[in-house]
């Protein structure tokens, strides 16, 4: 199966927040159309829940939280930036039920920043890459529902100059730079503390009304009534999203990832609402299906395997030879025995592709590309990645944006490590900035990270084959 999606750059839901612009508020996008204000009591109700779902998602993390109109339809909308070990954005629009999208970058080698432009009235993202050979800065207007690309810049390897793209028209790089600078980014500043005081708008005797609406949605395990009139929701996130609730999760520069939990779970809290609509949080222990406990394993009665073994899953075939070879490695199913480790793995290989496929590909693009030729192969560079012909070989590679090989599974099973090989950790210094030593091959799988763990859920790695045994496994980065 081919390993790397097509770069589609999904800006599109990106999320922002309001920039610094004195006493003014936002002014409205051009052409927008207020939308139908609900009543006084259903926007309160509205505006309640936005604020539980941000501190839910926020739980306990460092963050800040805009108010502003950024779409220009009349209604106040809610952004969270969420910090952590990966920084995030909540984007809820308000004047109906929320449904929140979330969005955050991986790339280790970029990243995105969200900004207010002055003259556009509307939200900019700029995103923003750069490796040994390629280059890219994009500039996208946003206001809440879809994204209109700005300007671009964007050099591959060994191109002479920055291919550079204003409202969809090949540019010069003083347009683009001027285009650039027309927009007026004003930053991102002076929000909420997302874990201060929270409080919703609520109408003269509209708390009854906000707290029906409230105890109905089906994160909100049980409701109890104060003496005082006041109302306590018990809200359970579940495993990664309240229940019911309508989420998207977008990385900034490709499609949606697998690694979202990674960003940070979701708190359980109860809620009370105030008579005067503020909303006060306290940690609750939802009603999740505890882990399960594992016994432990009895004392083994027998000598452990020795790596000849070749119990439980069949060997990987395709790496008897002496070599380097490019694997994938599953944490799950490892098993120690004496002298090393069975691990899980799939042998990968680079994606290839015909002439006639390339042509297609490239079809799709509009067959807009450049053709370079080095000491050593032939390239084609397009908007969404590029082909590489070695010299002697007549099928293309593929790679993405950020020079990411497209790979794809030649053969599956489980692989030997033996204690000897040496193991290099390639990927946590430019993932996390953690540089460490690796001894055992169970160590490559979690990184202490900020007084935590980040378990990774496979290693992308080059063995090396020597004598018929992996003597060095070498995991590296992928953005």
């Known amino acids: 199966m081919k390993r790397i999606a097509a770069f589609t750059l999904i800006l599109a839901l990106l999320l922002a927040g309001c920039g610094t612009r004195g006493a003014e508020g936002p002014v409205s996008s051009p052409g927008a159309e207020a939308a139908p204000a609900p009543d006084g009591e259903a926007a309160a109700a509205f505006e309640a829940e936005a604020l539980i779902l941000a501190r839910l998602y926020a739980n306990g993390e460092s963050g800040e939280l805009f108010r502003l109109d950024f779409n220009g339809d009349g209604a106040e909308d809610l952004v969270l930036r969420k910090d952590g070990m ?8 308000g ?5 929140p999208d979330i969005v955050f970058d991986l790339s280790a080698a970029g990243g995105m920043e969200v900004y207010y432009s002055e003259s556009e009235g509307r939200l900019v ?17 946003y206001d809440g529902v879809s994204f209109t690309e700005a300007a671009s810049s964007e050099q591959g390897q060994d191109a002479p100059r920055p291919a550079c793209v204003v409202d969809g028209v090949d540019a010069t790089e003083a347009m683009y730079e001027a285009r650039v600078e027309g927009l007026a980014l004003a930053r991102l500043e002076n929000g909420a503390d997302i874990n201060g005081p929270l409080s919703a708008g609520l109408p003269e005797g509209g708390y009854e009304a906000a707290a029906e609406y409230l105890s109905g949605l089906p994160f909100v395990e ?6 005082s009139g006041e109302s306590v929701f018990y809200c359970n996130s579940g495993d990664n999203a309240p229940a ?5 999760y977008y990385e900034a520069m490709g499609s949606a990832s697998s690694w979202y939990p990674d960003l940070g779970e979701w708190g359980d809290y109860a809620v009370t609402l105030r008579a005067d609509g503020s909303l006060d949080f306290a940690p609750y222990e939802g009603s999740r299906a505890p882990e399960p406990t594992q016994e432990p394993s009895p004392e083994p009665t027998e000598p452990e395997p020795t790596p000849s073994a070749q119990a439980g899953d069949a060997m990987l075939e395709g790496i008897e030879s002496d070599g380097e070879y490019l694997l994938t490695l599953y944490p799950d199913g490892l098993e120690r025995v004496e002298g090393g480790c069975y691990v899980r793995a799939e042998l990968t290989d680079f994606a290839r592709y015909s002439d006639a496929e390339v042509e297609a590909r490239l079809a799709e693009y509009g067959g807009e590309y450049s053709y370079e030729m080095t000491g050593e192969a032939e390239w084609i560079y397009y908007r969404d990645g590029s082909f590489c012909r070695p010299f002697g070989e ?24 033996p204690d000897s090989a040496a193991i290099y950790d390639n990927c946590s210094p430019l993932a996390f900035g953690v540089f460490r030593e690796v001894t055992r091959i169970e160590e490559l799988f979690s990184v202490s990270f900020q007084g935590g763990d980040v378990d990774y859920p496979s290693a992308e790695v080059t063995v090396t084959v020597s004598g018929g045994q992996i003597s060095a496994v070498d995991m590296y980065y992928t953005p």
């Open 394 to 417: 007549e099928a293309w590679r593929s790679y993405g944006p950020s020079d990411a090989a497209e790979l794809e599974v030649v053969s599956a099973g489980r692989v030997f490590v």
């Open 95 to 99: 004047g109906s039920a929320p449904e």
């Open 125 to 141: 993202i700029e995103k923003y890459y750069g490796s040994v050979g390629h280059s890219l800065e994009m500039y996208s207007l």
């Open 222 to 227: 049980r409701t109890e009534l104060l003496e």
């Open 86 to 93: 990966r920084t995030s954005w909540m984007f809820i629009p």
């Open 244 to 248: 019911g609730l309508a989420l998207s």
